[in-house]
């Protein structure tokens, strides 16, 4: 019997419901469970592929090639559990389906209407492809109280009823703030966000309580007795200094318990939770540190970079370091700003993004790299940049460019017109739609014989997620090698660039891929562990 957890969150935004699915998620697997989560987002947009980072945070990529919330990111790298294409829905999704449907006349032409029509497929999404998990939860994206996640609260509420308490749970996400002046935390945030809850339907059997200060028992009482649950299942969820200690804190409250004890499941065995410790251990307490410069074009909102500051992180507990991200936009190399911003850095990368803006600052930041030797990490765009500059500074290509900023004479990179996914053509042109006509998804690449990429991956073929439109153009891979600058890694049928490589320097790698994305606490990306282990020699040497 699948067991579904409806996860909301109330009074203000940015709670954290989606490291708290996440860690609940890993404490019902530490349990011996199968789990499976879900976002259900309620903005129109039909998926955040064509949103603004700023707007939204980094757009998170599948194996399946969905681009979905960064939630989804938390999801796989505290559960493991790869996410789909199914395990993120939202408004404007919802929408397209039921209108694509009434198109079709598959209402036999009844009246379209919120509810049932809105409602019964946000429910269909829930309950849809499944394979045997005891646990979904679903977290509803938001803050209850909402205009716009209203059809979800409500399809919770149904779902609640159609399958019954045996096999749903909600759980409320709430503040519990001190307000300094007074000396108290204050309860009335939480009693009123709760009532909103009510008023749409919606019980919740369990509140996790964030908060900066110890909830005392009377303050936990004095929410129970106010927000109509017991006092057990009122949960602190203390501030911590690391999110990989967020899994042992929830189980110290007793989170997992009541869970537990809701579906009346035996929960008088401890989870093995030692994984966790280990791993919180070595990110709170490590032995050294190293500074790593990220040269990007959002780094206002360090949410657009989220797998990519975590993947650092990872790369930093499997050597034992902590990992100081020195934030750089890369415009400031283009406004009479110079590389001194990079002296420090023991490494600098260079991300994904789109546009012209701030690409001659990347531009210079993978030269300052390469001449000074430091280790260089391109990804995506990135990679497209440090080609670029080889191009004009190594081969003498000096008109080298992108025609993703217009025409230019030497087009190094170029819009991608075709490839192949799972054996089927795709093809592009400039008049497609702009969401969902990217290269995403997770696609092979053969990596070179005696190239540094194949000795620290040890294997001959990989796997990586893409999200690109744009590619390194193959017609200049002999003036590229002869300047030094090699392709160490290629689509199967040698048809695509995917990683480049300058053998003669300490660590300098390109890669049209995301690798920050299949990235875990537990298993640390391959390129990202090397990537600090350079970092680390480098920091010797300075």
């Known amino acids: 019997m699948t067991r579904f957890i409806f996860i909301t969150g109330g009074v203000v935004s940015s709670l954290g419901k989606g490291l708290a699915s996440a860690s609940l998620g890993a404490l019902l697997q530490a349990r011996g469970y199968k789990v499976r989560l879900r976002k259900l987002d309620p903005y129109i947009n039909v998926d955040p592929g064509t949103m603004s980072p700023y707007q939204h945070g980094e757009v998170y990529v599948t194996d399946d090639g969905a681009e979905t919330d960064l939630d989804l990111g938390h999801y796989e790298r505290f559960t493991n559990v790869d996410a789909k294409q199914s395990d993120n829905v939202t408004t404007g999704r919802i929408y397209s389906q039921v209108i694509a449907r009434e198109r079709r006349g598959e209402y036999l032409g009844a009246t379209i209407q919120v509810i049932p029509h809105i409602t019964d497929a946000i429910k269909e999404f829930v309950k849809a492809d499944l394979n045997g998990e005891d646990f979904v939860l679903c977290e509803i994206g938001g803050t209850v109280g909402d205009i716009e996640s209203l059809p979800f ?3 919770i509420r149904q779902l609640g009823n159609d399958l019954g308490r045996r096999q749903t749970m909600f759980v409320h996400v709430t503040l519990v703030p001190f307000i300094a002046a007074a000396g108290e935390l204050k309860t ?29 028992d009377s303050e936990r009482r004095k929410i129970a007795n106010f927000c109509n649950v017991r006092e057990d299942a009122v949960i602190p969820a203390m501030d911590v200094k690391n999110i990989y200690q967020v899994p042992v804190s929830y189980h110290a409250e007793g989170l997992d318990r009541e869970v537990c004890r809701h579906f009346e499941l035996d929960y008088a065995e401890e989870p093995d939770l030692e994984p966790w410790e280990h791993v919180a251990k070595r990110a709170v307490e490590p032995e050294g540190e190293v500074a790593v410069a990220v040269v990007g074009k959002y780094t206002g909102l360090k949410d657009a970079y989220k797998s990519l500051s975590e993947a650092l992180a990872h790369g930093g507990i499997a050597n034992n370091v902590k990992v100081n991200l020195k934030w750089i936009e890369s415009e400031i190399f283009e406004n009479g700003g110079t590389v001194q911003a990079l002296e420090d850095a023991h490494a600098i990368l260079v991300p994904g993004g789109f546009g012209e803006r701030g690409a001659e600052g990347k531009i210079e930041a993978a030269r300052f790299a390469r ?6 990490f391109g990804i995506c765009f990135g990679m497209q940049m440090a080609v670029v500059e080889a191009a004009r500074n190594l081969a003498g290509i000096e008109k080298a460019g992108s025609t993703e900023f217009g025409p230019c004479e030497e087009p190094i990179v170029g819009l991608m017109t075709e490839w192949k996914k799972d054996g089927i053509r795709e093809t592009r042109d400039e008049g497609s739609d702009k969401g969902g006509t990217m290269r995403l998804g997770a696609y092979p ?3 070179g014989d005696n190239s540094r990429v194949k000795q620290i991956y040890d294997e001959a073929e990989i796997s990586e997620r893409h999200r690109h439109r744009y590619e390194v153009n193959m017609a200049y891979e002999p003036h590229l090698a002869k300047a030094g600058l090699i392709f160490s890694g290629k689509s199967p049928d040698g048809v695509l660039p995917e990683i480049v490589e300058i053998p003669d320097h300490p660590w300098f790698i390109g890669v049209q891929f995301h690798p920050e994305l299949k990235s875990r606490p537990f298993q640390p990306h391959p390129l990202f562990t090397d990537f600090i282990r350079a970092a680390v020699d480098q920091s010797r040497l300075v």
């Open 188 to 216: 009335k945030p939480t009693q009123h966000s709760v009532r909103e809850l009510q008023n749409v339907g919606i019980q919740a059997d369990l509140l996790l309580c964030r908060s900066e200060q110890t909830i005392p």
């Open 445 to 447: 690449c053969v990596l």
């Open 371 to 376: 001449e000074r030797g430091v280790p260089y």
């Open 153 to 155: 609260l409500e399809a």
